[in-house]
């Protein structure tokens, strides 16, 4: 992805509760991936999840799916059954042209117990 | 489990000096990324090395930034001299392959403060 844009800089969600973080992107490739990190602090930067455009079937891992809206151009996480060890800062994230991976700004998530 | 290293994670240093950062990546990962990321943003790719080759550099300022990866394995971030904006988070990240279906694995992090 040449952009990654994610417009929501902070959110928060009540522990069990559910929650999405949005990501839109740009890129003129025909196929590409996307992915969603997640950052907890003071600790290293993880992959949460992956999805490839070509596949319709958005991904999901354990409570953690993504809403990919190919033609929008936009590529949400949800997390289900929010823990507090999902606080931290998420990233949304893609491969431009030359094999660089594109961040976003981020969203810091804070769940509440 | 296998883990990107990194040293120091903390580093305070005056401007006009120099600093290096250092980076084991997982063993067998043939490329390895250095980001840097200013608080609050997300990382932006400063270089990437394929074994010891520098793949992409563009985003390097190389008038007082160096990097390398002797013998494709550890590696070196080194800024002569520093200054007040490079302040931020150092972070190396490595994959076995190159590819834009490939998940990077990050270490900790350095963080630069320069005063």
């Known amino acids: 992805a040449q952009t990654v844009t994610q417009s929501q800089p902070e959110m928060s969600v009540q522990e069990a509760e559910t929650v999405t973080l949005s990501c839109t992107y740009d890129t003129s490739e025909n196929n590409y991936y996307l992915f969603w990190y997640k950052q907890p602090p003071s600790r290293q930067m993880i992959l949460v999840i992956r999805q490839e455009a070509y596949k319709q079937q958005n991904a999901t891992e354990n409570r953690f799916s993504v809403n990919f809206q190919k033609a929008a151009k936009s590529f949400s996480l949800k997390i289900s059954d929010s823990q507090l060890g999902d606080t931290a800062m998420y990233f949304c994230?893609?491969?431009?042209?030359?094999?660089?991976?594109?961040f976003g700004g981020g969203t810091r998530l804070m769940v509440k117990p | 489990e296998a883990e990107v290293a990194q040293s120091p994670r903390y580093k305070i240093t005056e401007k006009s000096q120099a600093v290096a950062f250092w980076c084991d990546p997982i063993s067998g990962h043939a490329t390895l990324y250095w980001y840097r990321q200013i608080l609050g943003q997300g990382p932006e790719l400063l270089v990437q090395?394929?074994?010891?080759?520098?793949?992409?550099d563009s985003q390097l300022p190389k008038d007082r930034f160096s990097a390398e990866r002797l013998k494709g394995v550890d590696s070196t971030l080194k800024i002569q001299p520093a200054e007040l904006g490079d302040s931020a988070m150092y972070l190396c990240a490595s994959s076995p392959l190159s590819g834009i279906y490939n998940e990077q694995f990050f270490g900790p992090g350095t963080r630069l403060t320069v005063l």
């Open positions: 090395f394929q074994d010891e080759s520098v793949v992409d």
């Open positions: 994230a893609g491969y431009n042209a030359g094999n660089m991976l594109t």
